[in-house]
């Protein structure tokens, strides 16, 4: 490609709209580039098989210890949940709101310190980044075991918050690296099915350690926390063996392969590549950015039913009138359910390369779920109602946070616009954890209640979002289509500065 690029060598990028055939695509030849890698040979022509062999090879590479570790992550900061009725309420005197202050307490520095954490992530490097602060926050873990009082309790708990906080977004940024975007939703489904089999260990784990109880004068609240906090600072120490960087330093593949992955993902937004560099702009960009802000709505609206039912499912479950041990185990059903929903909606959503229908599906079953429980049904229809739920937020959150990653263009747009998208919308969890009060235990119908609200405000927004996306998609088809004509021109270097706004970028819905 000549250094002046055309509107209609814009235009034959692969783009996303309702009807591709719709979408101008005339023929063109571009230019190869690496991503900044001229060291790298240039990227060979693979087959539809050879590139699925690549990509599984990645896979098996990145997505099992990557699962691990949010695993890990997802059962420390929600098996205070399960510790709740093992006598953490009894042994440290947690009277009227105290644990639902320690609930919030995590949320505030963990929403906070996301963003912060994702600006840093590519100058400390992933493989060292994502382990270090999984040793971080398996020894806070570990240490909140042995905490006497509810100040240390909570002072843990915002300690959890804070070394927490650079793990999700940094991966799905980390993700987004390495896969073109309609590969994501399946990855980054992979990966917070570690958060869906979290909720089914923490109640099979909190069940075995009960027995504990008692050992070295330790309740079994103490044991949940210490044996789980080992657990991950041993998964801290592994991924730093198994964790690469970036696509162009990753020596498991060879060097075509790597070419061919830099390549591939460097034209997945636009024809002439992305920006890789930082400019104060991007944050400016991200934070005028209406798409930004009417996705932290749609994540709220998933998040905050998603952490009222990790935290307080056990709760609820024995408000039915079961036993503590009971109650546990009856938690492990509806996540396996969900774990099986979230792959399926995953592939599905990337076979078809669309977002939205998963995410309405998902509000869909949390809204029936929500509204069984807040009735007086039957124990046997309200525990149903919980498999909707924990099905329906998990395996909609996926879905919520690739959209979004889709629709923004330049390595650190995507970056600020995730962790602020994940940030602020965690907020949501901060809420959630203080509408399941105690005194309005076995039904909590405010609770209950609350949830619907965030579920209606998805209802609204999304389809509004779903429209605007279809508009915009449809006037830079006419856009194209009338500077072709006019013979309107743009440099590559224009083009990559547009970003998401550039004429050949369409939006996925």
């Known amino acids: ?16 709209s309702d009807t591709d055939a719709e979408t101008p695509k005339p023929k063109v030849t571009r230019e190869v580039a690496y991503g900044g890698e001229e060291t790298l040979p240039p990227p060979p022509d693979l087959t539809e098989a050879q590139e699925a062999a ?7 590479r990145l997505m099992p210890i990557l699962t691990l570790m ?11 949940g399960n510790a709740k009725l093992q006598g953490l309420l009894t ?9 639902n202050i320690a609930l919030t307490m995590y949320f505030v520095p963990y929403c906070l310190f996301e963003c912060p ?7 400390f490097r992933p493989s060292r980044w994502l382990p270090g602060i999984t040793l971080v926050w398996g020894t806070i873990m570990t240490l909140m075991g042995l905490v006497k009082n509810y100040p240390q309790l909570v002072g843990t708990r915002i300690c959890l918050g804070v070394a927490e906080a650079g793990l999700f977004p940094g991966v799905v940024y980390y993700l987004s690296l390495w896969y073109p975007r309609h590969m994501l939703q399946y990855r980054v489904g992979v990966f917070f099915g570690g958060a869906t089999l979290a909720g089914a260990f923490s109640g099979l784990l909190a069940f075995g350690i009960s027995f504990m109880s008692g050992t070295a004068g330790l309740l079994g609240w103490s044991w949940i926390f210490i044996i789980e906090g080992m657990l991950t600072f041993v998964v801290g120490v592994i991924s730093f063996f198994i964790l690469v960087d970036f696509p162009h330093t990753a020596e498991f593949l060879t060097p075509e392969e790597r070419a061919y992955v830099v390549h591939r993902k460097k034209y997945d937004n636009s024809s002439v590549g992305e920006e890789e560099h930082f400019e104060m702009r991007h944050i400016w960009e991200t934070l005028l950015d209406w798409q930004v802000w009417v996705h932290i709505l749609i994540y709220m609206s998933i998040i905050a039913p998603l952490y009222g039912i990790s935290l307080f499912l056990p709760s609820i479950i024995n408000g039915f009138g079961f036993s503590t041990p009971v109650s546990q185990l009856l938690t492990v059903p509806p996540y396996v359910f969900a774990t099986a929903t979230l792959l399926v909606w995953a592939v599905w959503s990337d076979r078809i390369k ?21 009735s007086p049904a039957s124990i046997g229809v309200k525990y149903f109602g919980t498999f909707l739920i924990v099905a329906g937020s998990y395996a909609g959150f996926p879905g919520v946070v690739a959209w979004l990653g889709n629709n923004l263009a330049g390595h650190y747009k995507r970056g600020v616009g995730m962790a602020l998208h994940i940030g602020i919308g965690n907020f949501g969890g901060a809420i959630a954890s203080n509408i399941y009060r105690t005194q309005d235990a076995p039904r909590y119908i405010l609770g209950h209640g609350i949830e619907l609200m965030f579920v209606g405000i998805g209802f609204v927004v999304l389809p509004l979002t779903v429209v605007a996306y279809k508009r915009i998609n449809s006037r830079r088809d ?16 224009e083009i990559r500065r547009m970003g998401d706004r550039a004429p050949d970028f369409r939006y996925t819905l």
Request: glycine content about 6%; some cysteine; hydrophobic content about 45%.
């Open 1 to 16: 490609m000549s250094e002046k690029g055309s509107i209609e060598k814009i235009a034959a990028v692969s783009t996303v």
């Open 54 to 60: 690549l990509y599984h090879k990645i896979d098996m």
């Open 70 to 80: 949010y695993l890990c992550s997802f059962l420390d900061r929600g098996n205070i």
């Open 91 to 99: 042994q440290l005197n947690l009277t009227g709101d105290k644990y």
């Open 117 to 123: 954490a994702n600006l840093v992530l590519k100058k």
């Open 354 to 374: 669309k977002r939205y229908p998963f995410v309405l599906a998902g509000l869909t079953f949390i809204l029936v779920g929500f509204a069984i429980n807040i």
């Open 478 to 493: 006419a856009a194209v289509r009338d500077a072709n004509e006019k013979g309107i021109t743009y440099t590559p270097e």
